[in-house]
């Protein structure tokens, strides 16, 4: 079946939108599309993509009005005729679908997204029970495709706001019985810019391509008794 994508192309003012028709044979994705666009129609056409296998988080871009990973997102699944795909938003966009992504681990990087432990390790490793990592299960899996942090209309309006990834990374770390660095976490996320700018909008949660629910560990953290709003 023939579709139509509609591209955003170029940045900032000047850019426009390019129409591109794809014979879509069936299972395709939309980073197939892409593809086969810049393979055979326009090989100046910009986007990122690695692993194809929604693991690597460089594909997130906004399909139809939604966040999400081009690899994993089915062309099937996408009703209506033409098909919009534009770069996520809340960036700066560099040229076409691939934006900006050094603010956001700049932000990252604030709440330490690293285990912080100086103790002398143990024989074998640190040992976690059972009990312990299912508080922090979940959250391990985010694969830093900025989906979240781009969909929040907090970050839109206050760019050095942590946003849902980085706090997500540090409700991670937090609640990590083997590490030892929650002083210093606790001082990046407890203010302004930080746990009390989300105002649980909750689109982080629908833009998440790994399930996860950024505004659950904010609410957590926010519970655990040990701030004081800024
Ligand atoms: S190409 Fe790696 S997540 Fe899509």
């Not at 809340?90 to 700049?106: H, I, Q, S, T, Y």
Request: with cysteine.
């Amino acid at each position: 079946m023939q579709r139509t994508f509609k591209v955003y192309r170029g940045e900032g003012k000047s850019h426009r939108y390019q129409d591109f028709k794809v014979e879509v044979p069936p299972g395709w994705t939309v980073l197939d599309a892409l593809n086969e666009i810049k393979w055979n129609q326009d090989g100046t056409l910009t986007y990122r993509r690695s692993c194809r296998h929604g693991i690597c988080g460089s594909c997130a871009m906004k399909i139809n009005g939604i966040n999400a990973l081009a690899c994993e997102k089915q062309i099937k699944d996408l009703k209506g005729g033409t098909i919009h795909v534009d770069p996520l938003p809340g960036f700066k966009v560099l040229r076409d679908l691939a934006v900006d992504m050094d603010p956001f681990f700049e932000l990252l990087e604030e709440v330490k997204p690293y285990l912080i432990n100086d103790s002398a390790p143990p024989d074998k490793e640190r040992i976690q029970s059972e009990e312990e990592f299912s508080h922090i299960s979940s959250a391990i899996n985010c694969i830093l495709c900025s989906a979240c942090t781009s969909s929040c209309p907090s970050y839109w309006t206050d760019k050095n706001y942590l946003g849902p990834a980085a706090l997500l990374k540090a409700y991670r770390f937090l609640f990590d019985t083997r590490d030892k660095g929650g002083p210093e976490r606790i001082d990046a996320i407890n203010n302004r810019h930080g746990l009390w700018r989300c105002h649980t909008i909750i689109n982080c949660v629908g833009a998440c391509p790994e399930n996860l629910a950024p505004t659950e560990a904010v609410s957590k953290l926010e519970k655990w008794g040990i701030f004081q709003k800024d």
